[in-house]
């Protein structure tokens, strides 16, 4: 897919961050948009601000974990827009605990954002991308999927599910002629609310991490804005990459995960005990 122009692109989680920027790139190379988020005002701010720029925009609040809704929505937007091109699979939460302290009900919780959200996604859209002649699917994960951190364990794991789902989904496309690609993304630290929206478990405190500290400086280590986030990822799209890694501390960690693949723990185990000191 070279061009965006006159193409439509669903994105979830597009009331900040990664898909608000996503969506305004997009509107700015001629792109219609199907948006959805959870947050109704933040997802009102990017619809209203993508049609100043003259193209077609829809906007839905959908829960990513509901499948039905998922569903309902895709068949909505292809139907309003005459048919979908793209699907961003975006949206997802955070999570700071442990894995033994942490809750069931908490894992569950960002499983369904960050991993079925994706799934929901990427089935509800993809008769839409292989009807149109013309599709991609983007499956939002992470650099840790690339790497494991201490008091990140649901997440790590839940982003991981993300990077083999999507990989495997592509080289099924790929075995089946299907006109659709599809791509995992890998962002490293992007200035979005992520962290302040996050939930955090007491049982970090096993680790000798403040909960809240712990917050605060996660977000210190936001590095990359979301704009120059989304012009990466867009980039990618358009030369059919695999794999794309997002900001320059996710080229770091995808060098030290594949210089030290086993190793790399205990460069991680200290940084987080020099962090705690």
């Known amino acids: 897919m070279k061009s965006f122009s006159r193409k439509v692109a669903a994105v979830t989680g597009a009331g900040s961050g990664i898909g608000r920027a996503l969506s305004m790139d997009l509107a700015r190379r001629g792109c219609d948009l199907a948006l959805a988020d959870v947050d109704e005002g933040g997802l009102a701010g990017t619809v209203e601000a993508a049609r100043r720029l003259g193209v077609k925009v829809s906007g839905t609040r959908v829960d990513v974990a509901e499948r039905e809704a998922v569903h309902a929505w895709a068949d909505q937007a292809a139907a309003e827009h005459g048919g979908v091109n793209l699907i961003f699979n975006n949206a997802g939460v955070a999570l700071g605990s442990t ?139 358009q030369k059919d990459k695999r794999r794309v890694l997002v900001g320059p501390d996710a080229y770091v960690i995808d060098g030290l995960a594949r210089l030290l693949p086993g190793a790399y723990q205990t460069v991680v185990k200290k940084l987080v005990m020099r962090s705690m000191r």
């Open 99 to 237: 894995i033994e302290g942490g809750g069931y009900e908490d894992f569950e919780w960002l499983f369904r954002i960050n991993f079925w959200g994706v799934v929901n996604g990427t089935k509800a859209f993809l008769p839409h991308l292989k009807s149109s002649g013309e599709g991609h699917v983007v499956n939002v994960s992470s650099v840790f999927a690339l790497i494991s951190v201490p008091g990140q364990g649901a997440y790590n794991a839940s982003k991981s599910a993300v990077r083999g789902f999507t990989e495997a989904l592509r080289m099924e496309l790929e075995l089946s002629g299907a006109p659709v690609s599809a791509t995992s993304v890998h962002p490293g630290g992007i200035k979005t609310n992520v962290a302040r929206s996050a939930r955090s478990d007491e049982s970090l405190r096993s680790l000798g991490v403040d909960p809240e500290e712990s917050r605060k400086n996660f977000e210190k280590l936001f590095i990359t804005e979301p704009e120059k986030a989304a012009q990466t990822i867009l980039c990618a799209v």
